[in-house]
């Protein structure tokens, strides 16, 4: 069974997001539609992990989708590197979009 159908929706899904209104950069789309795919949080480790990305990169893309209200993050503990993502309001609206 091909997944290209699948593939084709999510790749317009996040074009979706890249384009006015949203205006979201790549990657910010990309960590976005992961934790909207997500039955609860994650931590900005588990989608570097998952993204095969460099943790500094999704920690950058998850500061500004916070900073733009879609995302909220919790530093975790004081000296730990690991945010914890979960999906604010406006984020979680996309998902009945």
Known sequence: MSDAPFEAGLDAWLARL????YSLAPLEAVVL???LVA???LTSGRIARD????HALVR???DALAEKGWIEVDRGRERSAQLNLSLAPAGQAL???
Do not use: F, M, S
Request: glycine share 4%.
């Open 18 to 21: 890249i384009d006015p209104p």
């Open 33 to 35: 539609a992961r934790l």
């Open 39 to 41: 039955e609860r949080g």
């Open 51 to 54: 993204l095969e990305l460099e």
């Open 60 to 62: 950058r893309a998850a």
């Open 95 to 97: 998902r009945l979009a």
